[in-house]
């Protein structure tokens, strides 16, 4: 199975390698939301709703596409699959979703601190010693509730949330730390500027 990366969604951001892997691919498999934006290279994607459906599909074809959302090894499927030992023939690169974000706000990423709450139990308290900070969300751990949390942990500085970032319905807003924030999307990338003491 080759694994490839499409960019945070909109198909203007594939590269041209992993839009040519997907017009040439005997099978491709997506989740709903990958496939669904790149309906206009192909149709027949075989939808995935859950991880573990992967794996049985790996097991049936030996000439499989799998489509990620951004970047398969920025907290992506790739390790996912490592842990299930499926043999993995390639992995074609994609633009992060918090890559995109970056460019966006204009802001430089080199240095800053990674962390994912999607699927994920992590603490924020972790943050103290980082003065900036990229975050992806899920639906339970919504940016409104990583403000609220954050400002009850005392921090303080800027916040900058990406909401179905690269789509037509794309929302950037700033916040300070601790401010109400509408949550107008499950999908969300997190940016912090941590002021420290
Ligand atoms: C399973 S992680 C995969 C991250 C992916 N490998 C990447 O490089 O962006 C999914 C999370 O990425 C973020 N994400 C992916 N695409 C996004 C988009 N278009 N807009 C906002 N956030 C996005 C969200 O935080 C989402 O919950």
């Not at 690269?166 to 924030?181: M, Q, R």
Request: charged fraction near 25%; glycine fraction near 10%.
């Amino acid at each position: 199975m080759t694994v490839a990366g499409i960019g945070p969604g909109n198909p203007k951001y594939l590269t041209l390698e992993v839009k040519e892997a997907i017009e040439k691919a005997q099978c491709v498999l997506a989740f709903g939301r990958v496939s669904s934006s790149l309906k206009s290279i192909r149709t027949d994607f075989i939808e995935v709703s859950r991880v573990d459906e992967i794996v049985g599909y790996a097991h049936q074809y030996e000439d499989l596409l799998l489509l990620a959302s951004g970047d398969p090894n920025f907290y992506g499927i790739v390790e996912f699959l490592k842990r299930k030992e499926v043999a993995i023939d390639g992995v074609l690169p994609g633009i992060s979703s918090f890559q995109y974000m970056m460019s966006r706000l204009e802001k430089s990423w080199q240095g800053a601190q990674f962390l994912s709450l999607h699927g994920r139990e992590e603490s924020l308290d972790t943050i103290g010693d980082h003065g900036l900070i990229i975050l992806l969300t899920d639906k339970d751990n919504r940016p409104s509730l990583i403000s609220k949390k954050l400002g009850q942990l005392g921090k303080k500085g800027r916040m900058y949330v990406g909401f179905n970032l690269s789509y037509e319905d794309e929302k950037i807003i700033k916040a300070n730390i601790g401010e109400e924030i509408e949550d107008v999307s499950n999908l969300s990338v997190v940016v912090i500027e941590n002021e420290m003491d």
